[in-house]
């Protein structure tokens, strides 16, 4: 693990990293928005 951060800390462009983590945060959310979303849908709307 620390040799994991040491690379991105070394090796990496900061602002990139930074970026990338942004988008790994939204995709998270949405996913777990959308999974909210079809657990509360019920019937036929569930499967289309």
Do not use: K, N
Not at 1 to 29: K, R
Not at 42 to 47: E, H, N, Y
Request: charged content about 10%.
């Amino acid at each position: 693990m620390i040799e994991a951060i040491t690379c991105l800390a070394a090796t990496h462009d900061p602002w990139l990293v930074l970026l990338a983590g942004l988008m790994c945060g939204a995709g998270a959310l949405s996913v777990m928005q959308l999974f909210r979303r079809a657990a509360a849908d019920r019937g036929l709307a569930a499967f289309g």
